[in-house]
Structures are given as structure tokens and as C-alpha cells.
């Protein structure tokens, strides 16, 4: 099928951010006297930070400010942030299909740190759209990320291939009509937690 579009998922998918992602929740956690497991992180990736912080509380019985938690936690990150490199079969894609066709960055990351990481990875010049977590009401498994972009590029949804990385992301992509590849499939990111 010809695509019109590609749409990319940022972490774990344009860039291998998890483990980093993952060592800045672990520091924030621990200091709130949250458990939160390399696993759990993992079969959430996709959703926002401040809700996770808020559904992490709630189930714990801890009491914090969800949204403070999310900014301690993304300043964690952005302390890492020079560790983070380019996952290159996904920027292949990107660099093959740039200024052939539209493409764009459909994450759920604050649209600070997204820009943050895009400009440190100098790969901002290739994408003609952008969507945050600030960006709809509704975040992954929902579609609106999706199609909020291929509304931003012009494209409709069933002309728009997504690359993901997390089953909520690929789950919203599959329910926007759009095809999805599993980045999964050919990219593991390292494991801060394995065999420990």
C-alpha cells in the first residue's frame, strides 16, 4: 500500500528514551514511596506522566500532587537527556521519506521535553507536525493523538502509517484506521532492572 503519511511515536520508537524514562521514574518514585515496577513502566508506555503519577496514588493509598510529580519527574529525565541516541532503523524511514512525503512526531510527552529531545537529536527539521500529551483530551489507547496529526497533515487516517513501540499506542493507531509497525519487532531497548 502507498502511504501519504508516517506518523511517529517518539519514545521507544524515533528515539531509545525507556531506559533513561525509566531511571528518572524509578528516582521520583522511590523518593514518594511509590512502587513502580521496570514492567509496569513498560505496559504503560504511551500514557501521559501526570496520569500515571495520578493512578499510581490512587491504587497506593499515597497521597501527592500528580502534576508536581510529572515535572520532578521529566526534570529527571532531561538530567539523562544527553545519554539518548536515535533508534536508526525507525530514522531511516524518516531520513528515506523526508520531503517525499508528510511526517510526524504523535507522542505523549509534554511538548517541552518532546522538542527538548527532538533539538538535542537535531531531528526536528524533518517533521512538518507535531502532537503532545497537551495537544487532545484523550491520550493512548484512544486515536486522538493519531488524528489530530494526520488532521494537522492534511491526510486521511486510512493513508497514515504509524510506527509505534507500546501495545496503547498501536492499539490507538489500530482504532484511528491507520496501519501500524510494531517497533518491537526489530528494536529492544535495554533493561535497567534485568536479572536484578
Given at each position: 500500500?502507498?502511504?501519504?503519511a508516517?506518523?511517529f511515536?517518539?519514545?521507544?520508537?524515533?528515539v531509545?528514551?525507556?531506559?533513561?524514562?525509566?531511571?528518572?521514574?524509578?528516582?521520583v518514585?522511590?523518593?514518594?514511596?511509590?512502587?513502580?515496577?521496570?514492567?509496569?513502566?513498560?505496559?504503560?508506555?504511551?500514557?501521559?506522566?501526570?496520569?500515571?503519577f495520578?493512578m499510581l496514588?490512587e491504587?497506593?493509598?499515597?497521597?501527592?500532587?500528580?502534576e508536581e510529580?510529572?515535572h520532578?519527574?521529566?526534570?529527571?529525565?532531561i538530567?539523562?537527556?544527553s545519554?539518548?541516541?536515535?533508534i536508526?532503523p525507525?530514522?531511516?524511514?524518516?531520513?528515506?521519506?523526508?520531503?517525499?512525503?508528510?511526517?510526524?512526531v504523535?507522542?505523549?510527552?509534554?511538548?517541552?521535553?518532546?522538542?527538548?529531545?527532538?533539538?538535542?537529536?537535531?531531528?526536528?527539521?524533518?517533521?512538518?507536525a507535531?502532537?503532545?500529551?497537551?495537544d487532545?483530551?484523550?491520550h493512548?489507547?484512544?486515536?486522538?493523538?493519531?488524528l489530530?496529526?494526520?488532521?494537522?497533515l492534511?491526510?486521511?487516517p486510512e493513508?497514515?502509517?504509524?510506527?509505534?513501540?507500546?501495545?496503547?499506542?498501536?492499539?490507538a493507531?489500530?482504532?484511528?484506521?491507520?496501519?501500524?509497525i510494531?517497533?518491537?519487532?526489530?528494536?529492544?531497548?535495554?533493561?535497567?532492572?534485568?536479572?536484578?
Amino acid at each position: 500500500m502507498q502511504f501519504e503519511a508516517y506518523i511517529f511515536d517518539m519514545d521507544g520508537t524515533l528515539v531509545d528514551t525507556m531506559p533513561a524514562h525509566y531511571l528518572s521514574w524509578r528516582e521520583v518514585t522511590q523518593k514518594h514511596g511509590l512502587d513502580f515496577t521496570e514492567d509496569r513502566f513498560y505496559s504503560l508506555g504511551g500514557m501521559p506522566t501526570e496520569r500515571i503519577f495520578a493512578m499510581l496514588s490512587e491504587e497506593q493509598g499515597v497521597p501527592l500532587d500528580p502534576e508536581e510529580c510529572a515535572h520532578e519527574k521529566e526534570n529527571a529525565f532531561i538530567s539523562m537527556i544527553s545519554e539518548v541516541e536515535p533508534i536508526e532503523p525507525v530514522l531511516d524511514v524518516v531520513r528515506e521519506n523526508h520531503q517525499k512525503i508528510p511526517l510526524a512526531v504523535a507522542t505523549g510527552a509534554m511538548q517541552w521535553v518532546m522538542h527538548r529531545i527532538l533539538d538535542q537529536l537535531e531531528l526536528r527539521q524533518y517533521f512538518k507536525a507535531f502532537v503532545a500529551s497537551e495537544d487532545t483530551q484523550r491520550h493512548k489507547p484512544f486515536p486522538d493523538v493519531f488524528l489530530e496529526a494526520a488532521r494537522r497533515l492534511e491526510v486521511n487516517p486510512e493513508k497514515c502509517c504509524v510506527y509505534e513501540d507500546a501495545q496503547l499506542g498501536i492499539d490507538a493507531a489500530a482504532a484511528a484506521g491507520m496501519h501500524v509497525i510494531d517497533v518491537r519487532k526489530f528494536h529492544t531497548p535495554r533493561r535497567i532492572t534485568a536479572g536484578a
